[in-house]
């Protein structure tokens, strides 16, 4: 993987059925080549990095989402509008709606039912303008043998000509959206928290890049962007949030949102929506007779890891 | 005080034939890793070989194997001011430069390893947000600054103070280096805790890490002071007496066989109980599922280090500085894999959900990290051209000011 292919959008290689490693480790594997051409780029290019980048002074300036004021939000929204439309030509709606009254938002995965198609881990990408290259994918769907449910002995990279496998099953992992997250406590700068709703967003805008959240989560919910995010114009999600989906810089940490532009509309997740088996439920933990209430109280539940009392909103289940 | 400031510019201009080679060289370094950095900035942290599944690498391990040598000028300090023992008093300041520079270069490492660096000032209380109570990195980047601060006031007041002549205000400034004492611990066990605190990352969510880090901080940290006193007494007319150099060395002794006692019990609480906390363990000492990256690494680490506690711990050897000097040098390396790359890596192999990704430095980071080291290497230099004339009674306020009218009346 060269340098110019992270740098130019449209270059993105078709998304394969594998899963593969986020390709951020490819891209280092080809490091080499973008050191030898470096030194000479790198003089040249003092100044460009003195500006870092696109960064404008009113970027630059940005206060925490948590501190603006209404008014602040709304420049903020125009101005990030008007740099996606330059970016990609198009119209975004870059919402900063806060939650809905009397939701807290939970999660439940029927592993009985999945049959690991991935068709999770590609609708999410595309939903939440996750980079195409290098790739980041919030779901990552271990395969176990029956019988086994030792997490390192489970493995994503499985490519059978057809899904289910005789002898498997399948456990898909995102952000368990903890109600006691690691992640939101050892962030220096408060960049990341848990909204009213339940929801675990990151402000890109104030994360300052020191990847100690990543350390802190035991679930592999969070990705960094390596290098300058690539999404062809053509696959942008324009419908977006400024804590969810809205596109994403360089050197900044992002995670699962429950599809917050969705969820905060009363849409479901994407990756609810696309599942072909419907293994995945989403909905109110407050309502005592939504579908996700229904299911931990009546269903054999657990949650991963739970001797690390994170407590996730995230659960698994068996249907039968 | 502008005499001062043009008396020691004067003082780091001139210099012997070797002092400009060694400055020459260091400037050239310290270019080659801006130019390194000017890039990393440029394309982001791809460049580095840091992923999402091994998210810190080189930068934080340089980053806590210098905290520990800038935690050591402590072992300088308790025997200088609170023993009174004269041969090391008389070098104690040159130990608080070693400090002064091994800060300001944990602080490079950080940065380096930011993402957005353009970003810092969201750490500055008010302006930004620092997450105090909750985040230990938050913490630490408070007791490195505070720690700096004593490093940089306590000898620089006992340096001014010697320029003009004048005895040092104990009274005043004995409150200060008391503090400086349980700040020299709290910068290490803070940094320890950065990692500790992680109940995801079992490799370091023992409780014996905090213990560990200064026992192998009081290792390196004195060893280096060790070959630096002898170069200052090579090159310059300041002496340094053999007798501090070997208490330094006692007391390595006594910090790497708690060291070593401490890695024997960490071994087996997980050799022992056998489960899934050995994985970060196995991966680090015989590699995991055929990947192991640091195996030499870490056994060349161990061999180093019990090489070295044994020629420490003999009285013959540790003694005889040619096996002195090898043995510092043992230790400088030993450490510096184990407390950095031997201790980052393993943290982040498996990864949470079982994977184990490897990692290796990338080319640019190794250079940006020679570059840090060699601002690091000059600002001691600088800081040693100005002490220890002043220490040695030859740069003072009425031999300065003696200069000046000369240099006039020529």
Known sequence: ?320 | MRQFLVGAAQRIIKGSPLYYVWVVFLLAMITVGIVAYVRQLQSGLIVTGMTSYVSWGFYIGNFTFLVGVAAAAVLLIIPAYLYDFGPIKEIVIIGEALAVSALLMCLMFVTADLGRPDRVWHLIPGLGILNLPSSLLGWDIVVLNGYLFLNIFIPGYIIYKAYDNKPANMNFILPFILLSIPWAVSIHTTTAFIYNGLAARPFWNASILAPRFLASAFCSGPALIILLFQLVRRYTGFHVKDEALFKIAEMIAIAMAINLFLLGAEFFKELYSDTHHLSPMEYLYVGLQGKGRLVPWIWTAFAFNVTAFIIFLLPFTRKRFITLNIGCVLIITGIWIEKGMGLIIPGFIPAPLGEVWEYSPSSIEILVAMGIWSIGALVLTLLLKIIIPIELGEFTRSSNVAREVASAGL
């Open chain 1, 1 to 320: 993987m060269s340098e110019e292919k992270t740098k130019e959008p449209g270059q993105t290689s078709e998304l394969k059925v594998s899963l593969d490693p986020a390709s951020s480790q490819e891209a280092a594997e080809g490091k080499e080549l973008i050191n030898r051409r470096g030194f000479m780029q790198g003089t040249a290019g003092v100044l460009a990095a003195m500006a870092l980048g696109s960064c404008s002074w009113q970027e630059f300036f940005q206060n925490n989402f948590r501190r603006m004021t209404k008014g602040e939000i709304e420049q903020t929204v125009e101005r990030l509008r008007s740099e996606y439309k330059q970016k990609y030509g198009k119209d975004f709606v870059v919402d900063a709606e806060g939650p809905i009254d009397g939701t807290f938002f939970g999660y439940a995965l029927d592993i009985q039912r999945c049959i690991g198609c991935r068709k999770c881990v590609y609708a999410c990408v595309e939903e939440n303008n996750q980079s195409r290259d290098p790739q980041i994918q919030y779901i990552r769907v271990l395969r176990f043998k029956d019988g086994d449910m030792d997490l390192e002995h489970s493995t994503i990279y499985y490519d059978p000509e057809e899904v289910p496998e005789k002898g498997y099953y399948y456990l898909p992992v995102q952000c368990q959206q903890c109600e006691n997250p690691p992640c939101t406590k050892v962030c220096p700068v408060q960049a990341t928290w848990t909204e009213p709703d339940g929801i675990v967003v990151v402000d890109y805008n104030w994360c300052i890049g020191c990847r100690y959240c990543m350390a802190a989560c035991p679930y592999m919910g969070r990705w960094f962007n390596f290098a300058d995010p690539v999404i062809p114009a053509d696959k942008v999600n324009v419908n977006t949030h400024y804590l969810g989906n809205r596109p994403r810089m360089r050197n900044v940490v992002e995670k699962c949102t429950f599809c917050i532009q969705r969820v905060r509309k009363g849409r479901y997740p994407a990756c609810v929506e696309v599942c072909p088996v419907g293994a995945r439920k989403f909905g109110n933990l407050l309502d005592p007779n939504s579908e996700i209430s229904r299911i931990i109280q009546t269903k054999r539940v657990f949650r991963l890891k739970s001797e690390l009392n994170t407590q996730p909103k995230f659960y698994y289940f068996f249907s039968i």
